[in-house]
């Protein structure tokens, strides 16, 4: 955990009384000068900012949060975190898998779901593209809501990750978008629950009338511990240097022993193939003491592929490269 966030989570220990489920103005302006500091949001708005008890409650809450239900559609990503699809079963709505290209018929879409660089195949989205899904969205009356998870570890150049709300995808302007951030990857904050969504301000405006009814309050020591992680720099970049040695010594111990890397732009995950069914793969690891995640796990096309993360310690990554080097 770096020091800047024990400190300030130490120091606001002493908050017997309710927290705002609306967030602090701290919090909220510290979240809105992140966004217009690391991912250029030059129209980021305080005040359409809401703090999340992390950001999978809310990716399974949402579609309901939002009146979704029986009848509606829900669209994910055809490669995605399962929760995605979970969350439009809970609203009753259905989920409809796309291939990144949104032609999902004539029916609409209730909510569209993207997620760049995206788990499970680090896969980064151009700034281009996300421009394409958000007019598409707009044309059709389509909240699209962009999960923004692993948004500062890009490690392509040539195709930085890019808010759906940066000025070159939305038009400066929000009406009809989400972008939901996470804690837990920029900030080692993952025990805390600390998240938060901005956007559209009368869709973040919905979504606090109802959750302010259902106690969904962030605690407010989490909170100032949050607004402390958001205007401090220095420890992101250190974890950045950090998964890319290991990003770096994995790809190529995973490469000599003859598997195939592919997308894997950004993100904590390495999108990984030899060809066969995953579930092989995945005993081919683990009869090296190696655990991997079958890629069938998010959705069929992902049969052929496991997801190898960076996320162990050095100490446990240098002991799987020095496996593979064995294996290979």
């Not at 020091?3 to 927290?19: I, K, M």
């Not at 709505?93 to 909510?111: H, I, K, M, N, S």
């Not at 930085?160 to 995808?169: F, K, R």
């Amino acid at each position: 955990m770096p020091a800047v966030v024990r400190t300030a989570l130490a120091e606001a220990g002493d908050s017997p009384g309710y927290p705002a489920t609306y967030g602090t103005t701290a919090l909220r302006e510290a979240a809105a000068e992140w966004m217009a500091r690391r991912l250029g949001v030059c129209h980021a708005d305080p005040a359409a900012v809401l703090p999340l008890i992390g950001a999978k409650e809310f990716i399974a809450w949402l579609p309901m949060l939002l009146g979704a239900g029986p009848g509606d559609r829900v669209g994910i990503p055809a490669l995605a975190y399962p929760t995605y699809a979970v969350g439009a079963q809970l609203a009753g709505a259905q989920p409809v898998a796309v291939d990144g290209t949104v032609d999902v018929g004539p029916a609409r879409l209730a909510l569209l779901w993207v997620n760049s660089p995206a788990n499970p195949t680090g896969r980064v989205l151009p700034a281009v593209h996300l421009r394409k899904i958000v007019d598409w969205c707009r044309e059709r009356g389509t909240i699209v809501v962009s999960d923004e998870c692993y948004i500062e570890f890009g490690w392509d150049a040539e195709i930085p990750p890019t808010s759906i709300l940066h000025p070159d995808v939305c038009g400066g302007r929000p009406d009809g978008i989400l972008a939901v951030h996470s804690l837990s990857k920029r900030s080692n904050m993952a025990g805390y629950r600390a998240g938060f969504v901005a956007g559209d301000p009368q869709l973040v405006g919905r979504l606090l009338e109802v959750r302010k009814h259902a106690g969904m309050m962030v605690p407010a020591p989490v909170q100032a511990a949050m607004a402390a992680a958001l205007r401090d720099d220095t420890h992101v970049d250190e974890q950045r240097l950090r998964y890319r040695r290991r990003r770096a010594a994995l790809w190529q111990a995973l490469e000599a022993a003859g598997m195939t890397v592919e997308h894997s732009e950004g993100g904590l995950y390495l999108w990984v193939t030899r060809g066969e069914e995953c579930w092989r793969t995945v005993e081919w690891f683990a009869e090296r003491g190696i655990l991997v995640a079958p890629g069938a796990f998010y959705g069929p096309a992902g049969r052929r592929h496991v997801r190898v993360a960076l996320t162990a310690t050095d100490e446990r990554i240098a002991a799987a490269v020095q496996r593979l080097g064995a294996a290979g």
